[in-house]
Each structure stands twice: as structure tokens, then as C-alpha cells.
């Protein structure tokens, strides 16, 4: 199973990661930072799409995922859910039965970062830019672009 996903360490930009397949709701995605590069400022950004990311390519997307909600399908995301994260960060996301996006870090208090249309298929999407180098996933996760490699 493919669960790190790396950045190009000369690129800050295009390190797209998406899950392979909708998530359920109440399906808890855990994912640890692994790896981080301080040349860069900036750090995670996290959304969800009904966009079934096989049907894309990689020059469909922004360098700047920010830029996804001008996209046809339903987009919506959050530029910096992990600002700076360190190596050894755990982050968690799940939808709730009422469309909540719940965000969890290092296991602490849960909160809300968005509201969602989960009547859609969803996927979640992660973006490695900025000081991001690495994530791990736990599970399996549908890598994107030619300067994301994943083991």
C-alpha cells in the first residue's frame, strides 16, 4: 500500500494528494506530517470534491489550491489548515452525518473548518506546499501530478 506522498523538494507548489475513493461519512482520514522543509513559508492546505480526481490531469490543476473553487465541480478547501506543521504532527478529518468537516490536531479538541454538501460523493484533497515536504496517510491514497511521488 502507496501511504507517503512526498514533494518535490525544488517545487513549492503542485503537491496535490487525494484520497482513491469518496469517503464515508463519519470515516476518520488520519494522516502524520513527515517531513518538512523550512525554506518555504506557507504550510497545508485540506478540502473536499465531488471531482473524481482519475478523471483529472495534472495540468488541470492550480499551482495554488486556492484557486480550485473557480473549477466546474463543487470545490472547497482551506488554504492553511496546518500552518508550519512540525515532523511528527498528527492531523485528522472526518464528515459528519450533518455535512461538518471536523479537523482534529495531535488528538486534541475537535473543530469545525467547513460545511459541506455530503448528499455528493466526496473526496478529501491535501495539498503540499510550502514548508510541507511529506505526508504519511493511514489507508490508501490516490496520488496527483508528476512531482508528487508516493511509496
Keep these: 500500500m502507496r501511504n507517503i506522498a512526498t514533494r518535490s523538494g525544488s517545487e513549492y ?9 469518496p469517503i464515508r461519512n ?3 482520514i488520519v494522516i502524520e506530517v513527515v517531513g518538512v522543509q523550512q525554506l518555504y513559508k506557507g504550510g497545508l492546505a485540506f478540502g473536499v470534491t465531488c471531482c ?9 490543476l492550480p499551482d495554488d ?6 473549477m466546474p465541480q463543487y470545490w472547497v478547501g482551506i488554504k ?16 459528519t452525518d450533518s455535512g461538518e468537516v ?3 490536531k495531535d488528538h486534541g479538541f475537535p473543530r469545525t473548518v467547513l460545511h459541506v454538501d455530503n448528499s455528493l460523493p466526496l473526496y478529501m484533497y491535501f495539498d503540499l ?4 515536504q511529506a505526508i504519511k496517510m493511514r489507508g490508501k491514497c490516490f496520488n496527483f501530478g508528476t ?3 508516493t511509496f
Excluded at 507548489?13 to 475513493?21: D, H, I, L, N, P
Excluded at 489550491?65 to 473557480?70: A, C, F, G, T, V
Design 13 to 21: 507548489t503542485q503537491g496535490y494528494v487525494f484520497t482513491e475513493r
Design 26 to 28: 463519519n470515516e476518520k
Design 52 to 60: 473524481d480526481p482519475s478523471t483529472l490531469r495534472a495540468t488541470d
Design 65 to 70: 489550491s486556492s484557486d480550485l473553487i473557480e
Design 80 to 95: 492553511d489548515i496546518a500552518l508550519q506543521p512540525r515532523v511528527n504532527t498528527v492531523l485528522s478529518f472526518w464528515i
Design 102 to 104: 471536523k479537523f482534529e
Design 129 to 132: 506546499y510550502g514548508s510541507t
Design 147 to 149: 512531482l508528487l511521488e
